[in-house]
């Protein structure tokens, strides 16, 4: 939807965290039967301060406030050593640059195919502003098995590439 607007009600995000890698940001709101994206966002090699720099800034251009900040299960783990501020996860670590915030972890689920299903089952009430998004859905729409050229087929894992960073912060959705 072009120029998909953002209601007067809280902006809950979905994260995908990469270490070394990619990562990524979806905001969503969600009204009666509708789960609404506005905006996208994805990069590498930054530290925390500045997507809680990037959030700010788009809240504060489109007037939007924030509910509940959905992290993925990784972002529980301590990581010894590394920042200064040693031995905090990264919860704690944006509940500390991001006061009065609310962080929830997201439960791992163990088979992936599990997490992608249940992504798949709630797209149909799903709405995507076209331009605040449209790096994410390119990515969903390039995420892919991992084809198996010994046996020929399509395998139950997820093409490592990319792409399925994008995915992942949608599938914290899904889950």
Same mark, same amino acid.
């Given at each position: /939807? *072009?120029?998909?607007?953002?209601?007067?009600?809280? /902006?809950?995000?979905? !994260? &995908?965290?990469?270490?070394? &890698?990619?990562?990524?940001?979806?905001?969503?709101? *969600?009204?009666?039967?509708? +789960?609404?994206?506005?905006?996208?966002?994805? @990069?590498?090699?930054? +530290?925390?301060?500045?997507? /809680?720099?990037?959030l700010q800034e788009w809240a504060q251009e489109k007037r939007a406030t924030?509910?509940?900040?959905?992290?993925?299960? +990784?972002?529980?783990?301590?990581?010894?050593?590394?920042?200064? &501020?040693? @031995?905090?996860?990264?919860?704690?670590?944006?509940?500390?640059? !991001?006061?009065?915030? *609310?962080?929830?972890?997201?439960?791992?689920?163990?088979?992936?195919?599990?997490? /992608? =299903?249940?992504?798949?089952?709630?797209?149909?009430?799903?709405?995507? +502003?076209?331009?605040?998004?449209?790096?994410?859905?390119? #990515?969903?729409? @390039?995420?892919?098995?991992?084809?198996?050229?010994?046996?020929g087929c399509w395998s139950d894992e997820e093409q490592q590439d990319d @792409?399925?960073?994008?995915? &992942?912060?949608? #599938? =914290? !959705?899904? =889950?």
């Amino acid at each position: /939807v *072009r120029g998909l607007p953002i209601l007067p009600i809280p /902006v809950n995000t979905f !994260w &995908d965290l990469g270490l070394g &890698d990619i990562s990524t940001i979806c905001t969503h709101q *969600r009204h009666s039967m509708q +789960d609404r994206f506005h905006f996208y966002y994805e @990069n590498s090699g930054e +530290d925390l301060i500045h997507y /809680v720099q990037k959030l700010q800034e788009w809240a504060q251009e489109k007037r939007a406030t924030f509910g509940t900040h959905y992290l993925p299960h +990784d972002a529980e783990y301590k990581r010894l050593g590394a920042t200064p &501020d040693t @031995n905090k996860s990264i919860k704690e670590m944006l509940e500390s640059l !991001w006061p009065g915030q *609310r962080f929830v972890i997201v439960p791992r689920i163990s088979n992936l195919m599990a997490g /992608v =299903q249940a992504t798949r089952a709630a797209f149909g009430s799903a709405w995507f +502003d076209e331009e605040g998004t449209a790096p994410g859905v390119k #990515r969903l729409s @390039n995420y892919r098995k991992r084809w198996n050229k010994t046996l020929g087929c399509w395998s139950d894992e997820e093409q490592q590439d990319d @792409n399925c960073h994008g995915a &992942d912060a949608f #599938r =914290q !959705w899904g =889950q």
